[in-house]
């Protein structure tokens, strides 16, 4: 009578956790996340073939303030200037990487999301950001409705310093430098004081590109690679002059470092790439930045 | 007693099986939370596109709505492309064209998602406004009913309404501008049911002060004009009566409450300052009494003890920097020179038809330097109302103004 009951018990067991088994699968073919996608413009077009395609890059124009620091007033980019900063990005860094590094070189490493922002990220104090980098992996660039194009060194130093900063972050993160490089200023770095902390005196004659690059080697490392390549051989030069014979000295110590950094580990040689960059910025005037045709 | 245990046992795991078995349960809806949500994406949009004449936006900045508001036609074109008109552009043939799009962050959001010089005006940055004037161009969508999509602002919170345009922008948007126009030209006084009720405006902002049950009290409405008058922000309490929307009768000068009983009236100047700029010269003996001398004189020798400076011997009034749009009293003091200015609004005087009211608004450019000129200020101030003179009514060159209660304080202003 027992075994009875024991399996009467057992069999309703079976029935009670077997009963719900079978509508509970969800749906594969249904997903739970919607996008709404956006009707695709020409401008959406040419970022697909350019960007995305080729580099696996993705620019983003159209800002979604709602996501950003709500402490900020930020405005959108107009879409023509966005038009004209992505084909900026295309001729001055890009192509000019493409013509001195390997095969696959940007794809695998450039920086993967653009962000276009229209007006500068004010502070209360009359300062304001230039550009952010999230991770190496997201760049915004500000300002862009006050872009002109007929002004390079400004195009520099708002917007392509910053792009050629991040990225050479990407490079060090991913292989790291000797600590050679270290050792040169390791005594003068400033930290986070390095804001204030050159108040008339010169970083430079320490042997410091600008005085963010006294933060900490890293940012030594790339903000040297960052004027470097932004400067033609003249500028360059007349640039470091004031630095005196033991900055300058420094300096050359850095930059050897950085060059056969380059060189062997990616296979880049930096004076191709600054030539690359300067024949191209010579030539800015020549290009249509206007053009979003697919070729 | 075990066998009453495990048949009880059973039951109710016989029980619990035929339940749980039940797959007749009936769906709350026909749909997916994220089918619905496409659904009420794609529907807004819809919307928003089946306006022909577009859209009448009435926009309200800042958290505190301290600019008033201002209207706006955003006309939602095929392509995500949207055109946008505002009662602030000079030529209304020349929209502005730029981006749109309605999200989903929260609910359905109306997003204009890249630059327009019109939408993004109380939005864009500067050094010197670093949130700018605290405008909006992200908006959660509320509803839509009879043609009025509410909104609300993701950075204020403001409650906004988008109004489907029944006629066209360029008509709608000039009778808007004839009644700004016709409401700017004066100063405001007002009644509710018979009580009087003081008025100040400031940035499409009224300041009304009454007294009730020997109390004084002061209320702010932020305001927009309309096509028939204005409307307030929100619901306006005064005296016991709730106001909101105001029809302008120009024959009688007047807003008239559509609610309640209030009246805003039309105070006209005998002379609008606040087209030119006028020029009081201390210096030619004629043009001036010798109390303002005295005032002037005070606020010299205070000029120079603060800065070493020397105070110029005119000062500018009415419109006195039409870059900086500075209306009141701007100083220049030598070397430099420097210009420091204190707003001022010049009104009429209801009943008085050739008195000019002269109000303190606010410290404008560079004032926190020249605090010590107040005492130049508080004297036109203080002595206001004036009784004008005006040398061509159709042309006018030369104003006198002599104060009601001093006659000893007058002057006179030059274009």
Redesign the interface.
């Not at chain 1, 007033?73 to 107009?78: I, M, N, Q």
């Given at each position: 009578m027992n075994k009875i009951?024991y399996w009467?018990?057992v069999m309703?067991?079976v029935?009670?956790l077997s009963?719900?088994s079978?509508?509970d699968e969800p749906n594969p073919d249904?997903?739970?996340?919607?996008v709404?996608a956006?009707?695709k413009?020409d401008f959406d077009r040419y970022l697909e073939k350019t960007f995305v395609d080729t580099y696996n890059i993705s620019f983003q124009?159209?800002?979604?303030?709602?996501e950003s620091d709500?402490n900020?007033?930020?405005?959108?980019?107009?879409?023509e200037?966005?038009i004209k900063m992505a084909n900026l990005i295309k001729y001055l860094c890009l192509d000019a990487y493409e013509e001195v590094a390997p095969e696959g070189f940007l794809k695998k490493y450039f920086p993967k999301m653009f962000m276009m922002v229209?007006?500068?990220g004010?502070?209360?104090n009359?300062t304001?950001t230039l550009g952010t980098a999230e991770g190496g992996l997201k760049i915004t660039l500000y300002l862009i409705?006050d872009l002109d194009v007929t002004d390079v060194q400004t195009l520099y130093s708002h917007y392509f310093r910053t792009i050629f900063h991040e990225f050479s972050h990407i490079l060090h993160q991913t292989k790291d430098y000797t600590t050679d490089f270290d050792k040169i200023s390791v005594t003068d770095y400033v930290g986070d004081s390095w804001n204030d902390a050159w108040d008339g005196q010169s970083s430079l004659a320490r042997g410091f590109i600008s005085d963010y690059s006294s933060k900490e080697a890293n940012e030594d490392f790339v903000e040297l690679i960052a004027h470097y390549i932004t400067n033609t051989p003249e500028s360059w030069d007349a640039k470091i002059e004031p630095a005196g014979d033991t900055g300058k000295a420094i300096l050359a110590q850095k930059m050897a470092i950085i060059k056969s950094y380059l060189k062997e580990v990616w296979n880049i040689d930096i004076d191709a790439l600054r030539n690359a960059i300067q024949t191209r910025a010579e030539k800015l005037g020549e290009q249509d930045l206007d053009n979003i045709t697919i070729e | 007693m075990k066998k009453n245990i495990y048949i009880v046992l059973f039951g109710l795991l016989l029980s619990m099986g035929v339940v749980s078995c039940d797959n007749n349960t009936d769906l709350l809806f026909d749909e997916s939370a994220a089918q619905r949500k496409t659904t009420a994406i794609t529907e807004y949009n819809e919307a928003l596109k089946s306006a022909d004449q577009g859209w009448l936006f009435q926009y309200f900045p800042e958290e505190t709505q301290k600019y008033g508001g201002y209207n706006y036609v955003v006309k939602f074109n095929q392509h995500d492309s949207v055109t946008v008109w505002s009662e602030l552009m000079p030529d209304v043939t020349k929209p502005e064209i730029s981006f749109y799009d309605v999200i989903s962050y929260g609910g359905p959001v109306l997003t204009f998602n890249t630059y327009n010089p019109l939408m993004h005006y109380f939005a864009n940055p500067s050094a010197g406004e670093y949130l700018a004037k605290g405008g909006d161009y992200e908006f959660l969508i509320m509803s839509n009913e009879k043609d009025v999509m509410t909104v609300k602002g993701i950075k204020t919170g403001n409650t906004m309404h988008l109004i489907k345009m029944n006629e066209p922008v360029d008509v709608y948007l000039s009778k808007l501008k004839g009644n700004t126009d016709f409401i700017g030209q004066g100063s405001f006084d007002a009644n509710v049911d018979g009580t009087e009720v003081s008025v100040q405006e400031m940035n499409r902002n009224f300041t009304f002060s009454y007294s009730e049950n020997d109390e004084v009290k002061s209320v702010t409405a932020p305001y927009i004009v309309t096509e028939t008058g204005l409307s307030f922000y929100e619901p306006v309490e005064i005296l016991g009566q709730t106001f909101q929307d105001f029809t302008l009768d120009k024959a009688s000068y007047q807003l008239i409450s559509n609610e309640g009983d209030m009246k805003i009236i039309i105070v006209i100047p005998p002379i609008d300052l606040n087209q030119a700029t006028w020029y009081l010269d201390i210096s030619t003996e004629t043009d001036r009494s010798d109390a303002v001398l005295a005032g002037w004189q005070a606020a010299y020798d205070a000029n120079d003890q603060a800065w070493g400076e020397q105070l110029a011997s005119f000062i500018a009034m009415g419109e006195a920097s039409a870059t900086y749009g500075d209306y009141g009293m701007s100083f220049y003091s030598y070397p430099g020179p420097y210009r420091s200015h204190y707003n001022i609004a010049f009104g009429g005087v209801a009943g008085h038809s050739d008195y000019l009211d002269i109000i303190k608004l606010s410290a404008g450019f560079n004032w926190n330097w020249y605090t010590h000129l107040s005492v130049m200020v508080d004297l036109v101030v203080d002595n206001a109302p004036y009784i004008v003179e005006i040398d061509d009514p159709e042309a006018p060159m030369v104003v006198k103004l002599t104060s009601v209660a001093n006659s000893d304080v007058w002057f006179i202003l030059r274009k």
């Open positions: 009951k009467l018990f309703v067991m029935f009670v009963a719900c079978e509508d249904e997903s739970v996340i919607s709404e956006a009707e413009n124009y159209k800002l979604q303030d709602i709500m900020y007033a930020l405005v959108p980019a107009s879409y200037n966005s229209g007006s500068a004010w502070h209360n009359g304001y409705n | -």
